[in-house]
């Protein structure tokens, strides 16, 4: 095992210890009337709102980059949404960090050293994304050159679905999971969005007899083990602790965290049953002081099954080979006795790009500040957030903790 | 301008000795010149010390199938191939692994591949490989 070198993190409750003092999001699925900047604008909004702040007090932000289109995503570049905001003249800087799915811890990290290193004092983070209405064979091609060389993998007519069949293909052989039992984790987060009115799939039931029933899209996923492009926005806006004392009774805090890129394209990743997750979580458990037994839950990118059930093996939330089977017995259901991805995950709250693991975290902050409503895990304190970007290139790990005054 | 030379300059000068390669029925992958380590897919340097100074080697062929997939819907537009087709990737007995395509057998389907099976290096026609440099291969 390599050296893990941990970071002092900073005492909890400090001017250097940054806090989640607010979230924002608007419902997900496919709102064509919907646009980009709106949607942007009403999820910062709600943010700002939450966090008990007027607008003029955010002095940072942070932005996640959209998918759906460069002239969007060049608003976002060149400081649109300061603009937009009224932020103009007043903050000192708007950024851009990205990185696939992963990029919401990756902007976590990004406005906690802001405020840890006294750079800012209320940053704003903030994603949008149109994948639902955008033009779904064009999505297709775009999503086969990102996240895969296209010298050495696209001549062998490789895209996103193709890798989820890949890990998948490789988890079930090493987990012996059944195709009912990955169904059965497809169900289990669908049982979670019923419970979400952001989600795209709020409304409507999945089964696994209907999983199975449905059209193979690249062995061994079925149709209805894809995620579905979504429309969609959040934010949270993040101070520090010294602050958030003075007008919150609770924030969250990050306790510890942890990272691994293990490859850029899927060829070359030494075992897709596995990918970084070991790595991370060591690194994520020694920072933080706690590990996968004393969270109350998870929110861990979901774009397909198996990346979950790797992750929550990798984490030391499941045994090894089990994960698909836990999913199966109800462990990771509302009522079960881990609560996983309480929002529906990418997979049934919708797959909105960069956005989707932002959605996550978002959750996982709104349940340890207790504003999750009817689907509130009971006297949540700890959870473990994971994200994943591109062909499932790295595993980033936070450890959130809800905090009090 | 001045000279500047020495080094690879662009992806060209690694995937054309490679797709010609595949052209005459040979798998080459690329070999540091200095710790001799076999690089999958070639690099601008060599990652394990670092050397600029890369060359060729033919393999086997032989390997293992680490995972694959048949994909049956939504194949890129530009890939000009209609699916189902075959995905595959292979850690080849001199240790690099690579993504390939996998012939169908003499089914025509792909049913008969299982994960960790043995495969071998079985190349599609020149004409597949001016449109496509890809290695195929199939069940050993």
Same mark, same amino acid.
């Given at each position: 095992m390599?050296?893990?070198?941990?970071?002092?993190?900073?005492?909890p409750?400090?001017?250097?210890?940054?806090?989640?003092?607010?979230i924002?999001e608007?419902? #997900?699925?496919?709102?064509?009337?919907r646009?980009?900047?709106?949607?942007?604008?009403?999820a910062?909004a709600?943010?700002?709102?939450?966090?008990?702040?007027q !607008?003029?007090?955010?002095?940072q932000?942070?932005?996640?980059?959209?998918?759906h289109?460069i002239?969007?995503?060049?608003?976002?570049?060149?400081?649109?949404?300061?603009?937009?905001l009224?932020?103009h003249?007043r903050v000192?800087?708007?950024?851009?960090?990205?990185?696939?799915?992963?990029?919401?811890d990756?902007?976590?990290?990004?406005?906690a050293?802001?405020?840890?290193?006294?750079?800012?004092r209320?940053?704003l983070?903030v994603?949008?994304?149109? =994948?639902g209405?955008?033009?779904?064979?064009a999505?297709?091609?775009?999503?086969?050159?990102n996240?895969i060389?296209?010298? =050495?993998?696209?001549?062998?007519?490789l895209?996103f679905n193709a890798?989820g069949?890949?890990?998948?293909?490789?988890?079930? !052989?090493?987990?012996?999971?059944?195709?009912?039992?990955?169904?059965?984790?497809?169900?289990?987060?669908?049982?979670?969005?019923?419970l979400?009115?952001n989600?795209?799939y709020?409304?409507?039931?999945l089964?696994?007899?209907?999983?199975?029933? #449905?059209?193979?899209v #690249?062995?061994p996923?079925?149709a209805?083990?894809?995620?579905?492009?979504a429309?969609?926005?959040a934010?949270?806006?993040?101070?520090?602790?010294t602050?958030?004392?003075?007008?919150?009774?609770?924030?969250?805090r990050?306790g510890?965290?942890g990272?691994?890129?293990? !490859?850029?394209?899927?060829?070359?990743?030494?075992?897709?049953?596995v990918?970084?997750w070991?790595?991370?979580?060591?690194e994520?458990y020694e920072?933080?002081? =706690?590990g996968?037994?004393?969270?109350?839950?998870?929110?861990?990118?979901?774009?397909y099954a198996?990346?979950?059930?790797?992750?929550?093996?990798?984490?030391?939330?499941?045994?090894?080979g089990?994960?698909?089977?836990?999913?199966?017995?109800?462990?990771?259901s509302?009522?079960?006795?881990?609560?996983?991805?309480t929002?529906?995950? /990418? /997979?049934s709250a919708? !797959?909105?790009?960069?956005?989707?693991?932002?959605?996550l975290?978002?959750?996982?902050?709104r349940?340890? /500040?207790?504003?999750?409503?009817e689907r509130?895990?009971?006297?949540?304190r700890r959870?473990?957030?994971?994200?994943t970007?591109?062909?499932?290139?790295?595993?980033?790990?936070?450890?959130?903790e809800?905090?009090?005054? | 301008?001045s000279?500047?030379?020495?080094?690879?300059?662009?992806a060209?000068?690694?995937?054309?000795?490679?797709?010609a390669?595949?052209?005459?029925?040979?798998?080459i992958?690329?070999?540091c010149?200095?710790?001799s380590?076999l690089?999958?897919?070639?690099?601008?340097?060599?990652p394990?010390?670092?050397s600029?100074?890369?060359g060729?080697?033919?393999?086997?062929g032989?390997?293992?199938l680490?995972?694959?997939t048949?994909?049956?819907?939504?194949?890129?537009?530009?890939?000009h191939?209609?699916?189902?087709?075959?995905?595959g990737?292979?850690?080849?007995?001199?240790?690099?692994?690579l993504?390939?395509?996998?012939?169908?057998?003499?089914?025509?389907?792909?049913?008969?591949?299982?994960?960790d099976?043995?495969?071998?290096?079985?190349?599609a026609?020149?004409a597949?490989?001016?449109?496509r440099?890809?290695a195929?291969f199939?069940?050993a």
């Open positions: 390599t050296d893990i070198w941990t970071p002092p993190y900073p005492e409750g400090s001017a250097n210890d940054a806090a989640f003092i607010g924002g608007i419902p #997900s699925g496919v709102y064509r009337e646009g980009f900047m709106a949607q942007i604008v009403e910062s709600r943010a700002i709102a939450d966090a008990q702040l !607008h003029t007090d955010i002095d932000i942070v932005l996640i980059p959209c998918l289109g002239p969007d995503q060049a608003d976002l570049i060149f400081s649109r949404v300061a603009e937009e009224g932020l003249g000192k800087s708007s950024v851009m960090v990205h990185s696939g799915g992963s990029t919401s990756n902007a976590t990290r990004m406005a050293g802001l405020v840890a290193s006294g750079q800012a209320n940053v983070v994603y949008s994304e149109k =994948w209405s955008a033009d779904l064979q999505m297709i091609d775009m999503l086969s050159v996240g060389p296209r010298e =050495w993998e696209a001549p062998t007519g895209q890798i069949g890949l890990i998948t293909q490789r988890y079930m !052989h090493q987990s012996g999971s059944t195709a009912e039992e990955m169904a059965s984790v497809c169900v289990a987060l669908r049982e979670w969005a019923n979400n009115p989600a795209m709020y409304s409507k039931k089964t696994v007899e209907k999983i199975l029933a #449905s059209k193979m #690249s062995d996923i079925h209805f083990e894809c995620p579905f492009l429309d969609g926005a934010a949270f806006v993040m101070t520090s602790a602050e958030a004392a003075k007008k919150q009774d609770a924030w969250v990050i510890g965290s990272g691994c890129v293990s !490859h850029y394209s899927a060829g070359q990743d030494e075992d897709l049953g990918l970084g070991v790595k991370a979580a060591q994520a920072s933080a002081g =706690w996968a037994d004393d969270a109350d839950l998870g929110e861990i990118y979901d774009s198996a990346v979950t059930t790797i992750a929550l093996e990798g984490l030391g939330i499941s045994p090894k089990e994960a698909a089977r836990e999913f199966h017995k109800g462990r990771f509302p009522g079960g006795q881990f609560p996983l991805n929002n529906g995950g /990418l /997979l919708g !797959h909105t790009g960069v956005g989707g693991g932002t959605a975290l978002v959750e996982g902050i349940q340890l /500040l207790h504003r999750a409503g509130q895990v009971p006297n949540a959870c473990i957030v994971g994200g970007g591109g062909s499932y290139m790295d595993a980033q790990i936070m450890m959130l809800r905090a009090t005054r | 301008m000279v500047d030379t020495g080094y690879i300059q662009n060209d000068e690694l995937t054309g000795p490679f797709a390669a595949l052209a005459e029925g040979k798998l992958v690329q070999k010149n200095d710790c380590a690089i999958m897919y070639p690099k601008y340097r060599c394990q010390c670092f600029g100074s890369l060729w080697q033919q393999v086997s032989e390997g293992q680490q995972t694959f048949i994909l049956r819907m939504g194949p890129p537009s530009t890939f191939v209609e699916a189902p087709y075959g995905i990737i292979v850690k080849l007995d001199e240790g690099p692994q993504m390939c395509r996998l012939h169908p057998g003499a089914d025509g389907t792909w049913d008969h591949y299982v994960c099976q043995r495969v071998r290096f079985a190349p026609d020149a597949e490989i001016a449109e440099a890809a195929w199939t069940a």
